[in-house]
């Protein structure tokens, strides 16, 4: 079964300072998704950025961007510029590719950001 | 114009109570799920339908019902419940796949069910 590990359960940023949230996965899968989910204090999940393993490239969205080493299944988050606003918990999810039971989301168990002003 | 929303948003009954959930998304998706994050803000699967059939049944007790009368809506019932119940529970959609490079088959989540068994 794929697992995902979120290894710092808290981290901390000051405003307009880069922080990057680590995340590492277990799979025997050459082809699957990953994904960063943001849940702020309203409980919201929102989708901050996904990945396709079979992409070298790096995903970015805006101040978000992905370090994506499949080799090493590494999957880390970098958000440049932090803002207020980015305070959350920050989860990483991984999907399989294929359907049926495969559209299931697999989440780590997620990272607390704070941004200090 | 709410993605996906979920009725009731919080929800406080007692123990060996019956409720329901409902969850409606206008995305056009044919596939949808329901999470339960517990009181450490774990994530799991619970259900899902692919064009109102189940094909996702994890391992959760069978007082939880799912049921979609069709693709845009995925009710969750919960029999008898427990005091270990309480937890905030999640409707999402995606399509179930989307186009190489360019994504389509992302998870869209509504805003939760807080659901809290006394």
């Known amino acids: 079964a794929q697992t995902v590990t979120q290894s710092q359960p808290e981290m901390s940023v000051q405003e307009a300072e880069t922080v990057t949230l680590s995340c590492t996965y277990d799979t025997s899968e050459s082809d699957y998704y990953l994904f960063w989910y943001k849940q702020p204090p309203s409980r919201q999940m929102i989708l901050v950025i996904r990945q396709e393993a079979y992409k070298q490239q790096n995903a970015t969205e805006n101040r978000f961007s992905v370090n994506f080493q499949k080799a090493a299944k590494s999957f880390s988050l970098k958000i440049s510029d932090s803002q207020l606003g980015d305070a959350a918990m920050y989860f990483c999810a991984y999907r399989r590719l294929g359907g049926g039971s495969n559209y299931k989301l697999t989440f780590g168990k997620g990272t607390l950001l704070t941004v200090n002003p | ?118």
């Not at chain 2, 774990?42 to 799912?66: A, G």
Request: include cysteine; hydrophobic fraction near 30%; glycine fraction near 8%.
């Open chain 2, 1 to 118: 114009d709410t993605a996906v929303s979920q009725t009731p948003k919080y929800l406080v009954t007692q123990m060996g109570n019956d409720k329901s959930i409902k969850c409606e998304q206008n995305l056009g998706h044919d596939t949808m799920y329901w999470y339960k994050q517990d009181s450490k803000k774990f994530l799991k699967i619970m259900f899902s339908y692919n064009n109102k059939e189940l094909i996702i049944n994890e391992t959760v007790p069978n007082r939880f019902s799912p049921k979609s009368p069709d693709k845009a809506h995925l009710n969750l019932h919960i029999n008898s419940l427990e005091l270990g119940d309480s937890a905030v529970y999640f409707c999402a959609s995606s399509h179930p796949w989307g186009v190489a490079g360019a994504g389509g088959y992302e998870q869209y989540f509504g805003p939760g069910t807080r659901l809290t068994v006394t």
